[in-house]
């Protein structure tokens, strides 16, 4: 996992564009578009990290409602930390935000404070909304 959080390699398998990757690029760009990839999250924290997410997929035309996308994910961040082994995050929320499933990936070559039980910096966030009457994710 720490190789595969690494944000190069990251930055490297993103924006690779191999013929032999398109069929794959498709069907990953339904849930996560190229508007929804930042290469360099500028954070500090794991809130604001989620907040330049959030702004970064209102900007991009892609939330329903920014505040409460917002809202909920930082509820639900509230309840348990999504920071998990590795610098890796997975923030989360059912929202009536958005329409569709809509997921973001974010790097910060720095590393954001996490607030989960690991005390390693936060370098790759995978932020995913799902609409309230999803049936699942």
Do not use: Y
């Not at 990839?37 to 924290?45: E, G, R, S, W």
């Amino acid at each position: 996992l720490k190789k595969l959080a690494d944000p190069d390699t990251m930055a490297s398998a993103v924006s690779k564009s191999d013929a032999d990757k398109l069929q794959s690029d498709i069907k990953t760009a339904r849930f996560i578009p190229l508007e929804a990839v930042i290469m360099d999250l500028k954070a500090a924290t794991h809130t604001e990290a989620i907040h330049e997410i959030i702004e970064h997929l209102d900007k991009a035309g892609l939330l329903l409602n920014k505040q409460q996308c917002e809202n909920d994910v930082l509820k639900r961040e509230a309840v348990f930390s999504t920071c998990v082994a590795a610098g890796i995050a997975l923030p989360h929320a059912r929202t009536a935000g958005v329409k569709r499933l809509i997921s973001a990936i974010a790097i910060s070559r720095s590393g954001c404070a996490s607030t989960g039980a690991s005390a390693e910096a936060t370098k790759v966030f995978v932020l995913s909304l799902s609409p309230l009457d999803a049936g699942q994710p």
